[in-house]
């Protein structure tokens, strides 16, 4: 049986998984600002190469699976495990209903536009993005998605530093930067359209 402390790794590394693959599709969606056949042409070589898309999304599928499983296990062992000395009480600082409300919403928005991405029809990736950023329902749903991952990350930033045993002021600005660029870099797809 793994500790509170193992299970806290466990769930830090699987969340860091996700957060390296995150930072990839950000950069390759930057594509889109540079035009319709490098954005296509970028897709259709990973479309093409199956065996490392499918390796990245069955890693993603293992990690969220993993991280969430131990997300949840630790909260219903929590009671029992109050002693533990972690420098920052996450739960006294935000109300458990919020956080866990935040990332229950995050998980529903990877599944849906997971989903959603995988039944684009046409390979012309570029025109089926432009579609789904000019309904305002769809942009609406992705401004919430960037929002709870915006939150989400940054808890999980700032704890994960505590987790391998920095403190959380040495790098808070840090935390705010990355989110910044990586939220930037996901939101200026939509912007792009409406410029
Ligand atoms: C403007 C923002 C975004 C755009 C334009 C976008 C676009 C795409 C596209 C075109 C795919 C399909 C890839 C394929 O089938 O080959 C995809 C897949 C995926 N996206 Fe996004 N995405 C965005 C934001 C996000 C965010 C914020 C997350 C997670 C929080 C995310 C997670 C994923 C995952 C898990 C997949 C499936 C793995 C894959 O097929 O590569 N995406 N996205």
Same mark, same amino acid.
């Given at each position: 049986?793994?500790?509170?402390?193992?299970?806290?790794?466990?769930?830090?590394?699987?969340? *860091?998984?996700?957060?390296?693959?995150?930072?990839?599709?950000? *950069?390759?969606?930057?594509?889109?600002?540079?035009?319709?056949?490098?954005?296509?042409? /970028?897709?259709?070589?990973?479309?093409?190469?199956?065996?490392?898309?499918?390796? =990245?999304?069955?890693?993603? $599928?293992?990690?969220?699976?993993?991280?969430?499983?131990? +997300?949840?296990?630790?909260?219903?062992?929590?009671?029992? &495990?109050?002693?533990?000395?972690? &420098?920052?009480?996450?739960? &006294?600082?935000?109300?458990?209903? =919020?956080?866990?409300?935040? +990332?229950?919403?995050?998980?529903?928005? =990877?599944?849906?536009?997971?989903?959603?991405?995988?039944?684009?029809?046409?390979?012309?990736?570029?025109?089926?993005?432009?579609? =789904? /950023?000019?309904?305002?329902?769809?942009?609406?749903?992705?401004?919430?998605?960037?929002?709870?991952?915006?939150?989400?990350?940054?808890?999980? *930033?700032?704890?994960?530093?505590?987790?391998?045993?920095?403190?959380? &002021?040495?790098?808070?600005?840090?935390?705010?930067? $990355? $989110?910044?660029?990586?939220?930037?870099?996901?939101?200026?797809?939509? $912007?792009?359209?409406?410029?």
């Amino acid at each position: 049986m793994l500790n509170a402390y193992q299970t806290k790794r466990l769930m830090a590394v699987a969340g *860091l998984v996700f957060f390296a693959y995150l930072l990839l599709h950000m *950069l390759a969606n930057l594509n889109f600002l540079t035009g319709a056949d490098n954005f296509n042409g /970028f897709y259709r070589w990973f479309n093409e190469a199956v065996i490392l898309r499918w390796s =990245i999304i069955t890693l993603l $599928i293992l990690s969220i699976l993993l991280h969430t499983i131990t +997300a949840i296990a630790r909260q219903f062992d929590v009671n029992s &495990k109050r002693h533990i000395p972690y &420098k920052k009480s996450y739960p &006294k600082a935000i109300p458990r209903l =919020i956080a866990w409300s935040g +990332a229950g919403l995050l998980f529903a928005f =990877i599944v849906g536009h997971f989903v959603q991405m995988q039944l684009l029809e046409t390979r012309d990736f570029y025109a089926e993005i432009s579609t =789904i /950023f000019n309904n305002p329902i769809m942009l609406a749903l992705y401004a919430l998605g960037f929002a709870s991952l915006s939150a989400h990350l940054h808890h999980a *930033l700032g704890n994960v530093g505590q987790t391998f045993g920095l403190s959380h &002021k040495q790098h808070h600005g840090l935390v705010l930067l $990355i $989110i910044f660029i990586l939220i930037g870099g996901f939101a200026a797809v939509p $912007i792009s359209i409406y410029l």
